[in-house]
């Protein structure tokens, strides 16, 4: 795909005798999220910066967060530094930057025991662990070690990316975004909307609620996808009536509402047993075309037609869904679908 002939360009740089800076590889770093083994990628880039001599700046290690917390890196441990080296990819102190344990032949970036899996077949750990802090970090807050560790300050886009790190810690999300303040930085749109984010997935809806009414307050331009977080969140904490509320504020906005706040705006309808509301949606969406139609929001209409008796309207919704283009029934579909038959007397 994408990533292959990237790469093919960059490998092509030394026929032509260029040497990639650092720019080059951050351009790299930014895509290693989007891949499936992505951290390790990130870890083979950073080593070839290192041995290249390019320096890694506050943009490599916003990507490597971002990375790590999205494509399940195991823990690690962070090496003590070399007091000895004054390479150019090491921070002010001069000390080394980790590497990654795939390729280095020195101390480096551990993996954890439970990763252990990971490594090669009769591949012999690398380095010597004894050279370690002896901490373990999530890889993402390993990251954040480093970059204090060489003197490199942090910046929105990485406090940013320690929120979304953070999904599942609360408090440490909330530390990293009133951090940005007190560093002197500016909140942003996507400040608020990692926030709020954070604590709708932990179903924390009244603090997701009070930050999406500060960021109207300082005058953040919020997002569709904040509004999705703080509506799905409500609907899940049986807030429906809230739920429904958000979504017509939405409206009234210059934002566009999309496939997860149709699902959202369906799913509140169902909490309330209006199902005609629901149908009634899900037709007005379809009549304006399939780009906010997906699967899920097929199964959340098909859901609205659980009721005893309601049988052979099911299966006309199940034919309508099978009948657009860019939507493949899945296995919930068919659930609902048994479920609906088992339930009602008229199937026997």
């Not at 790469?7 to 030394?14: G, I, L, R």
């Not at 943009?59 to 690690?76: C, E, W």
């Not at 109207?216 to 429906?240: C, D, E, M, P």
Request: hydrophobic share 35%.
């Amino acid at each position: 795909g994408q990533w292959v002939k990237a790469m093919e360009v960059f490998n092509s740089f030394k026929s032509f005798s260029v040497k990639p800076e650092t720019a080059t590889y951050n351009i790299l770093l930014s895509e290693t999220a989007k891949k499936k083994d992505g951290w390790r990628l990130a870890l083979d880039i950073v080593d070839q910066m290192k041995s290249n001599n390019v320096r890694l700046t506050c943009v490599s290690f916003n990507s490597l967060i971002t990375t790590f917390s999205q494509t399940n890196a195991p823990r690690m441990q962070l090496p003590k530094a070399s007091q000895d080296s004054h390479d150019s990819s090491a921070g002010p102190s001069g000390k080394m930057l980790p590497v990654s344990p795939q390729i280095s032949q020195g101390p480096g970036i551990y993996p954890d025991k439970d990763a252990s899996s990971l490594q090669k077949p009769n591949e012999k750990p690398v380095g010597d662990l004894s050279e370690t802090t002896g901490d373990w970090f999530d890889a993402w807050e390993m990251v954040e070690e480093w970059m204090e560790t060489y003197g490199i300050k942090k910046d929105t886009i990485t406090y940013n990316a320690l929120i979304q790190a953070s999904k599942n810690d609360l408090y440490a999300a909330l530390r990293y975004f009133y951090s940005i303040e007190a560093d002197g930085l500016k909140r942003t749109t996507e400040s608020f909307g990692a926030i709020v984010s954070v604590c709708a997935g932990l179903q924390e809806w009244e603090r997701a609620l009070d930050f999406f009414r500060e960021a109207k307050t300082v005058t953040v331009r919020l997002t569709v996808q904040t509004y999705n977080h703080l509506i799905g969140s409500l609907v899940a904490n049986s807030k429906a009536a809230r739920a429904l509320t958000f979504i017509q504020t939405l409206k009234l906005t210059q934002l566009q509402p999309n496939s997860v706040t149709y699902l959202h705006q369906i799913n509140a309808y169902r909490k309330y047993h209006r199902y005609k509301e629901a149908r009634k949606l899900f037709k007005d969406i379809l009549g304006n075309g399939t780009e906010h139609i997906n699967i899920n929001v097929c199964n959340a209409y098909l859901s609205t037609f659980e009721k005893p008796g309601e049988w052979m309207k099911a299966l006309n919704a199940y034919r309508v869904i099978s009948s657009i283009p860019s939507v493949k029934p899945d296995h919930v579909t068919y659930t609902i679908i048994l479920s609906i038959l088992k339930k009602d007397k008229q199937t026997k």
